[in-house]
């Protein structure tokens, strides 16, 4: 089992949109013509992760994992009462669907004109050196994971759970104790002989699931901390642990 003595806070800024926008980017489908079953699915699975892992899920994923039952359950009726429910839905207003994928559409725009800008500002930055000692102001406040988010650093994080449960040796060991605070020194340390590391690499001596949590809690830890980062050379590619430049 995983040892309590290192509780890791992890918030999470980006929301259920922004889980969304990700899975339809990564199942590679068009966003007005959105598989809701296959969607549906990756998304709860993607909650129970994030409920195991202990992380501080807030109440719009839930209320998204219910609007996505909602679409999915109203997708199924037969022809006739979904012609039906349709017009009820065009009476009270507009169909939960659509609704949804008007949500997103917006959404993207704005991400988009907000990763434009976030562009722009580090060109600017280039072009005009900062003075000696000063550092950048951010408002925001928010967590950043390195160049990967934490929607990949999961779904790495599943991928490697599924491959480990294939193993016909793998068994839950619950009298060995695994510390996240051992496993955070085990990554610094691996990380300051090697230099960088890949992610499926961290898990390679790895024995049990309760060990596999550990050691991604401790990833975690570390990136909030910002003493590693995680980084990818594109879209979906393998992610990369390196340390952070002080």
């Not at 990136?223 to 590619?237: G, P």
């Given at each position: 089992m995983v040892e309590n003595d290192y509780k890791v806070r992890l918030e999470i800024f980006e929301g259920p949109l922004d889980l969304l926008l990700y899975l339809i980017k990564k199942t590679e489908v068009d966003i007005y013509d959105i598989p809701i079953e296959k969607i549906t699915k990756q998304y709860l699975e993607y909650l129970q992760v994030m409920r195991m892992l202990s992380l501080d899920i807030a109440g719009e994923f839930l209320v998204m994992a219910a609007t996505l039952m909602l679409i999915k359950s109203r997708m199924l009726l037969p022809a006739e009462e979904r012609s039906e429910q349709q017009a009820l839905d065009e009476d009270e207003g507009e169909e939960p669907r659509w609704a949804l994928i008007r949500q997103l559409v917006e959404y993207k725009k704005f991400k988009d004109v907000a990763s434009y800008l976030g562009h722009r500002a580090l060109e600017q930055e280039q072009v005009f050196p900062r003075h000696e000692g000063s550092e950048p102001e951010t408002g925001s406040g928010e967590l950043k994971l390195g160049d990967v988010s934490i929607f990949d650093l999961?779904?790495?994080?599943?991928?490697?759970?599924?491959?480990?449960?294939?193993?016909?040796?793998?068994?839950?060991?619950?009298?060995?104790?695994?510390?996240?605070?051992?496993?955070?020194?085990?990554?610094?340390?691996?990380?300051?002989?090697?230099?960088?590391?890949?992610?499926?690499?961290?898990?390679?001596?790895?024995?049990?699931?309760?060990e596999i949590v550990a050691t991604f809690l401790?990833?975690?830890?570390?990136?909030?901390?910002?003493?590693?980062?995680?980084?990818?050379?594109?879209?979906?590619?393998e992610i990369e642990i390196v340390k952070a430049a002080s």
């Open positions: 999961i779904n790495a994080f599943n991928e490697t759970l599924k491959r480990v449960a294939q193993k016909e040796n793998l068994r839950e060991i619950f009298e060995e104790t695994y510390s996240v605070t051992d496993k955070i020194e085990e990554i610094l340390w691996t990380i300051g002989e090697k230099g960088a590391l890949k992610f499926h690499n961290l898990f390679d001596h790895a024995a049990t699931r309760a401790a990833l975690l830890e570390l990136i909030r901390l910002k003493q590693v980062r995680a980084q990818q050379s594109a879209h979906f590619a």
